[in-house]
Structure formats: structure tokens, C-alpha cells
């Protein structure tokens, strides 16, 4: 369709594709779309520079600075078959690669690792508004958040963008018209969770019971600088310098003989293991679309059962880098499994 000019959210499209050289935008086309529910706001902003000077009763002269980081943070609901979306994934934890074929026709095993740093890896951001195309030549991802919400799996991704422009010679409506999606329908709900933990040095998740929440909620975020160097009216590419982090919040519906032992976990320090998988429909005889995140050390750092007509209890995990594999996992840092339709590296 041709950019529409009328101003309703649910008109405008918007999409993301892997950039090669920072600040140097890249065409949107075919796969690249975006099921957004919020863009995040981009936002253009340049600090104002008066010349405030002697014999000057009213300022004369100005000057508009550098232009600062576009910091975004688009949202959507989560999809087993995540197109564009999963690429951003992908350049938040840094390593991907060729999918495992599970089936003998179209179903494909992900496996998206936390890489020592995301440098290189972004993306041009384009979205519409009433009459233009707005522009993230370079944007690049630096926080994960996912939460339950109306029983379906919600995430948001931050992005740290050079510059917003709506005058883009690369993306303009033959572009921004051609974009198509991966999947617009399986999304990925609540009542398809399984989430797993025990004892790191414990045995295999596998043979665990799953756990019985309310809710879930989690966070992994790069922190990220914006350096601004002189002769670029733009930030360069930003680097990961700190300590990445990760929290995980697990939300019991009431206490009970299983939840209610975490807090020996928790005053022992006990480190932890968990998994949060989803299962989705059938791709192809006992192959299904699924999503799981896999999570080799967590440590419990506060635990919580406050006094109420029905007692629930409330676990914050800080997420922490594993000295060797655990048992059943096969990596010591955070990943991501995800199996769907896509033959491709998300990184490509």
C-alpha cells in the first residue's frame, strides 16, 4: 500500500534490516517488516547552542549540536516466527548461526548464544507516520524485555539509533511498500509456558516439574556508550564497555511446599539453573514451533511472601555466566533456542 496520510496507528508499517556500515542506511524490502504494537518514539534531539556574548542585549545567533542518541524501545507481542524481530535478538546477544534442520521439510532449531560483545551488529530502522517515512539510518540493540501481559508472551527491545530523519534517499515508499512478514499469526501465550529451575549443579531440566506461576518477567541489557567524536554531526557506533546484565522476576499465584523451599535457596545462596520454554503448533509431524530461554546461573537475591488473604510468593533472580556448562545446557551464558520455519542465520 502507499503511505498512508491518514493519521491512525494501525495504517502505519514499519520495519528493520541488518545494516554493514554504521550510519550508512540500508534499503527495508521483502521479510523485513515489523509487527509492532509501539514504535518506542524515536526522537530527534540537538542541544541548542545561543551565542551568549558581550554587547549583545538580546541573543543574535545560535547554533543546533550534535545530534544525540536515538534511544527507542519498539514493543510487540512475541511470535514463534519473529522475522525481523528475531534479527534484532540476534544482534543484542551477538552470535547465531546456520539453523539445525529438525524435520525433512521446513523445521529449523536456532540456537542464539550471548557473544563477549555486540560490535558490529545493527540494523536501519524505518517507520511511517501520516505522509512520510521516518529513518534510523543505524540503530543498535542494547536491551531485551519480556513480560506476561494478557496472556501472551511481550517483549521490547531498546535501540540506540545515529539520527532520525524523514528525507531518507534509501527508503522511500517503493521500499517501505514492499515489506512483508515471517508469520502474523502465532503468537506465543502463557498457557504454552514451561518453566524449569533446580539446583545448578543438579541433574538435567528435563526430568524437573514445571513450576506453577502467575507471572514472569525478565531483562538482559548491554550497557552501551554514545560517543560523539569531532567532525561526525552523529554518535559512532556505540560499544558495550560495562558488565552486561540480567534480572528475572518468577511470580507465584500462592505458597507451597515447592516455592516456599527457595528461600533456603536464597539464604544459602544456592545458585540455580532455569528454563522458560514455550510450545507452540505443529510444523511438521512431532516437530513444533518453540521458544525457550535458557538460563545456566541464577542467583536469588530477594524472596518475597507478604502476608494476604492468599499468600503468594514473588523470586528476583540476577542472571549470572556459568564457570562450565551445566548439566543439559550448552552454554554457560545465557541463550536463546527457537525452532520455526526459518531456514536462515538471523545474522545474515
Excluded at 558581550?54 to 545560535?62: I, K, N
Excluded at 539520527?163 to 499469526?185: C, E, F, G, H, P
Excluded at 514451533?289 to 533472580?317: C, G, H, K, M, W
Aim: net charge negative; charged share 20%.
Amino acid at each position: 500500500m502507499t503511505t498512508p496520510n491518514i493519521p491512525l496507528k494501525r495504517l502505519m508499517a514499519a520495519g528493520a534490516k541488518k545494516g554493514a556500515t554504521w550510519g550508512t542506511a540500508v534499503a527495508v524490502g521483502a521479510s523485513d517488516g515489523l509487527l509492532l504494537e509501539s514504535d518506542g518514539g524515536p526522537e530527534r534531539k540537538q542541544p541548542y547552542l545561543p551565542a551568549k556574548e558581550l554587547d549583545t542585549p538580546f541573543v543574535e545567533t545560535g547554533d543546533l549540536g550534535a545530534v544525540e542518541p536515538v534511544d527507542f524501545s519498539p514493543s510487540f507481542t512475541m511470535r514463534y516466527n519473529p522475522g525481523a524481530i528475531g534479527t534484532l535478538l540476534a544482534q543484542l546477544f551477538g552470535t547465531a548461526g546456520t539453523p539445525t534442520k529438525q524435520g525433512t521439510t521446513s523445521a529449523y532449531k536456532h540456537t542464539i548464544k550471548w557473544a563477549d560483545s555486540n560490535s558490529g551488529h545493527f540494523s536501519t530502522f524505518v517507520v511511517e507516520r501520516p505522509g512520510k517515512i521516518l529513518e534510523v539510518p543505524s540503530a543498535k540493540p542494547y536491551k531485551f524485555s519480556f513480560s506476561v501481559e494478557e496472556g501472551l508472551l511481550k517483549g521490547s527491545i531498546g535501540l540506540r539509533g545515529n539520527n532520525l530523519i524523514d528525507n531518507s534517499l534509501v527508503n522511500q515508499a517503493t521500499q517501505v511498500d514492499a515489506l512483508t512478514y515471517a508469520d502474523r499469526k502465532n503468537r506465543i501465550s502463557f498457557k504454552q509456558i514451561s518453566v524449569k529451575m533446580n539446583d545448578q549443579a543438579g541433574g538435567d531440566l528435563a526430568t524437573e516439574t514445571a513450576l506453577e506461576l502467575a507471572n514472569i518477567s525478565g531483562d538482559l541489557e548491554r550497557s552501551s556508550d554514545a560517543k560523539i567524536v569531532g567532525g561526525s554531526p552523529t554518535i559512532i557506533e556505540p560499544l558495550d564497555g560495562p558488565h552486561p546484565t540480567g534480572t528475572l522476576k518468577l511470580e507465584f499465584a500462592r505458597a507451597n511446599a515447592t516455592n516456599q523451599a527457595f528461600f533456603s535457596k536464597f539464604t544459602g545462596e544456592t545458585l540455580q539453573k532455569l528454563s522458560i520454554s514455550f510450545l507452540g503448533a505443529v510444523i511438521e509431524t512431532t516437530y513444533h514451533f518453540e521458544l525457550r530461554f535458557v538460563f545456566p546461573q541464577a542467583r536469588i537475591i530477594n524472596y518475597s511472601a507478604p502476608l494476604d488473604d492468599t499468600i503468594p510468593v514473588t523470586l528476583d533472580l540476577a542472571i549470572e555466566a556459568a564457570g562450565t556448562n551445566p548439566t543439559g545446557m550448552d552454554d554457560c551464558r545465557p541463550y536463546l533456542e527457537w525452532v520455526n520455519t526459518r531456514a536462515t542465520d538471523y545474522l545474515t
